[in-house]
């Protein structure tokens, strides 16, 4: 079974950049759409973005033209580089496949909040 271990989270001001990053535990999800996505408190996870094996990406209304999702399939690893964070940012973010077919990590903690 695939492990996807979610870090880079932090407390950070609105207007603020963070950089997250996905770890898989086999190169398997190289084959894979990998998708971020985030719950915020009360709410329903969501899909924020995602990229094709080749590199292909859909980003959310939500926070395009702020987030660009990236991957190193050598890495087994997929990045979120999130700028002109904004307070509704706020949210635990989590990788995995898309649709979701592994085991939910731990996720990693955002917070935008001056």
């Known amino acids: 079974q695939v492990q996807l271990v979610e870090s880079g989270g932090g407390l950070v001001q609105p207007g603020g950049s963070l950089r997250l990053s996905c770890a898989a535990s086999?190169?398997?999800?190289?084959?894979?759409?990998m998708g971020w996505y985030r719950q915020a408190l009360g709410q329903q996870r969501e899909l924020i973005a995602s990229?094709?094996?080749?590199?292909?990406?859909t980003i959310a209304d939500s926070v395009r033209g702020r987030f660009t999702i990236s991957r190193d399939n050598s890495r087994n690893t997929v990045y979120l580089q999130m700028n002109t964070l904004k307070p509704e940012d706020t949210a635990v973010y989590y990788c995995?496949?898309?649709?979701?077919?592994?085991?939910w990590g731990q996720g990693t903690q955002v917070t935008v909040s001056s």
């Open positions: 990229i094709t094996p080749g590199g292909f990406t």
């Open positions: 995995n496949a898309e649709p979701s077919v592994y085991d």
């Open positions: 086999r190169s398997s999800v190289s084959i894979n759409v």
